[in-house]
T-cell receptor, first 114, second 111 residues
Framework: SQTIHQWPATLVQPVGSPLSLECTVE??????LYWYRQAAGRGLQLLFY??????ISSEVPQNLSASRPQDRQFILSSKKLLLSDSGFYLC?????????????FGEGSRLTVL | GQQLNQSPQSMFIQEGEDVSMNCTSS?????WLWYKQDPGEGPVLLIA?????ELTSNGRLTAQFGITRKDSFLNISASIPSDVGIYFC???????????FGAGTRLTVKP
């Protein structure tokens, strides 16, 4: 069966520090991968999605970047964090072959920028 | 145009009552999904809908894909305390690979 994991689960970082959140998927190949952000009490905002290694689409201009160095690895990064980067970050995957559209989420990473 | 309008924003109901929430958009979607999110966790898929008019049940949950492809609803019958959480609708655009989410419906169930 397929599983998705992301880490760290919780992160407290000072303004201006770098960020790296990692997400890996097991049990499938060529998944579509996504990074979402959820502000407190709000819905999900799509940040990046990837249909293959090295292929990244950005949905909103921001202080963050994403990379996909391997088929089942998706990384969210920042060189200098802003206060507004605080939030709950969710990695997700969907089947890249059948395109059923179903998204499956990781456990989430809560980032607090101080 | 591609945003989903989900309502109500929150609901406070008594245990045993039925619940109904919906999502609408001005855009056409070819997949509708309903998720539930518990505090501090990632959303979990409840029901997936693929065809206009499709009505699907999962236990006490029932969801429908609107005929116009621009809306969907989720019903929960005979609510119980563990139904508490945030429910999200999500739609996959007709000619796009990504998913759009509603703002969520926060459900509180009083025992």
């Amino acid at each position: 069966s397929q599983t998705i994991h992301q880490w760290p689960a919780t992160l407290v970082q000072p303004v201006g520090s770098p960020l790296s959140l990692e997400c890996t998927v097991e049990g499938t190949s060529n998944p579509n991968l996504y990074w979402y952000r959820q502000a407190a009490g709000r819905g999900l905002q799509l940040l990046f999605y990837s249909v293959g290694i090295g292929q990244i689409s950005s949905e909103v201009p921001q202080n963050l970047s994403a990379s996909r160095p391997q088929d089942r690895q998706f990384i969210l990064s920042s060189k200098k964090l802003l206060l507004s980067d605080s939030g709950f970050y969710l990695c997700a995957w969907s089947d890249g072959w059948e395109s059923t559209g179903e998204l499956f989420f990781g456990e989430g990473s809560r980032l607090t920028v101080l | 145009g591609q945003q989903l309008n989900q309502s109500p924003q929150s609901m406070f109901i008594q245990e045993g009552e039925d619940v109904s929430m919906n999502c609408t958009s001005s855009s056409i979607f070819n997949t509708w999904l309903w998720y539930k999110q518990d505090p501090g966790e990632g959303p979990v898929l409840l029901i997936a809908l693929y065809k206009a008019g499709e009505l699907t049940s999962n236990g006490r949950l029932t969801a429908q894909f609107g005929i116009t492809r621009k809306d969907s609803f989720l019903n929960i019958s005979a609510s119980i305390p563990s139904d508490v959480g945030i429910y999200f609708c999500a739609g996959r655009l007709y000619n796009n690979n990504d998913m759009r989410f509603g703002a969520g419906t926060r459900l509180t169930v009083k025992p």
